[in-house]
């Protein structure tokens, strides 16, 4: 089992930046992609970024490409998702996710990220 836990959610003004953190428990951490989906009111979850395993593979959604960048730390078993120059439609539930194939096998409770404009 993995359990994950985000932190670094807040509220922050347009053109801002924030850091979300996702620590894993569990010994399957280091073969796990890792990654992020967020979910705006009334609209569906939606992919936002992965990480191989390695580390050495990233994928972003277009509307975060050049803005957010995702990254991890084996030796702590947490992943990052830096966030600059947010925009008022960033404002969402984001969710934490692991995967060892095509659909996440791991989901964290969500943190609330709202940009003001």
């Known amino acids: 089992q993995v359990q994950l836990i985000e932190s670094g959610g807040g509220l922050v003004q347009a053109g801002g930046s924030l850091r979300l953190s996702c620590a894993a428990s569990g010994r399957a951490f280091s073969m796990l992609d890792m990654g992020w989906f967020r979910q705006a009111p009334g609209k569906e979850r939606e992919f936002v970024a992965r990480?191989?395993?390695?580390?050495?593979?990233?994928t972003y959604v277009d509307s975060v490409k050049g803005r957010f960048t995702i990254s991890r730390d084996k030796a702590k078993k947490t992943v990052y998702m830096q966030m600059n120059n947010l925009k008022p439609e960033d404002t969402a539930v984001y969710y934490c996710?692991?995967?060892?194939?095509?659909?996440?096998?791991?989901w964290g409770q969500g943190t609330q990220v709202t940009v003001s404009s």
């Open positions: 996710a692991a995967w060892s194939s095509l659909l996440p096998d791991y």
């Open positions: 990480i191989g395993w390695s580390g050495g593979s990233t």
